[in-house]
């Protein structure tokens, strides 16, 4: 069984702090990886795609992909409230297959 | 996200019932995913078409049946649920090659009395 395996939370920061959130995946063939927010109530919305080892940025935004590890990190570089939602990660593991974790649920304290 | 739409937003509807979901993306892409989202579980993918072509069926029940007549539309068709059933069901749509990125739309929320 293919897994992706997340931390439920709440995370708890502080505004202004960085917050760290962890993917671990089982699937080591797994080529593609997401990071999207999930706001109560709403659908998932693209944060990052990281298909390479190593950093990508953008914005506020870092997602960090160790494939040896099998595991891809999301920071969050001066949280603000608003960045509160759950965090999804999703590994795509075969054409069509992609597979979900249970999302991280983020509190940035104002 | 206007991308993808989804209707009806919320539906309430008895065991007997017969009801339809729908989406439509304006995306151009050709991939189209049904996804399942229960509290405390991760999307459970249930289908996958391309071209208007099903490749994935995740073992889900009779009771759910797919309809993709373009690759612009898909329904799923609901049939004799059960309470277990309800949750927010999402559609997706994705370029055709398989390991990109998914645009969701806003989801219909389900609950089955």
């Known amino acids: 069984q293919k897994e992706v395996e997340q931390n439920s939370g709440p995370l708890s920061v502080p505004e202004g702090a960085i917050a760290s959130l962890n993917c671990t995946y089982s699937?080591?063939?797994?080529?593609?990886f997401f990071w999207y927010r999930q706001y109560s109530g709403k659908s998932p919305e693209l944060i990052m795609s990281?298909?390479?080892?190593g950093d990508k940025e953008d914005g506020r935004f870092t997602a960090q992909l160790n494939k040896a590890s099998q595991y891809v990190s999301l920071l969050i570089r001066d949280s603000q409230p608003s960045d509160s939602a759950t965090y999804l990660c999703?590994?795509?593991?075969?054409?069509?297959?992609?597979?979900f974790g249970t999302g991280t649920r983020l509190k940035v304290l104002a | 996200e206007t991308g993808v739409t989804q209707t009806p937003r919320h539906l309430v509807m008895g065991m007997t019932n017969k009801k339809s979901l729908k989406c439509e993306q304006h995306?151009?892409?050709?991939?189209m995913y049904w996804y399942k989202q229960s509290a405390k579980k991760p999307l459970e993918l249930m289908f996958v078409y391309n071209f208007k072509e099903q490749t994935e069926n995740n073992s889900v029940p009779s009771r759910f049946s797919p309809e993709c007549p373009n690759s612009s539309h898909l329904f799923l068709h609901l049939h004799t649920l059960q309470p277990e059933d309800s949750a927010l069901y999402l559609c997706a749509s994705s370029s055709n090659r398989g390991q990109e990125t998914q645009y969701f739309g806003p989801g219909t929320r389900l609950l089955v009395l």
């Open positions: 995306l151009g892409h050709n991939a």
């Open positions: 999703a590994v795509v593991s075969g054409t069509y297959k992609y597979i």
């Open positions: 990281i298909y390479s080892n």
């Open positions: 699937d080591r063939v797994s080529q593609s």
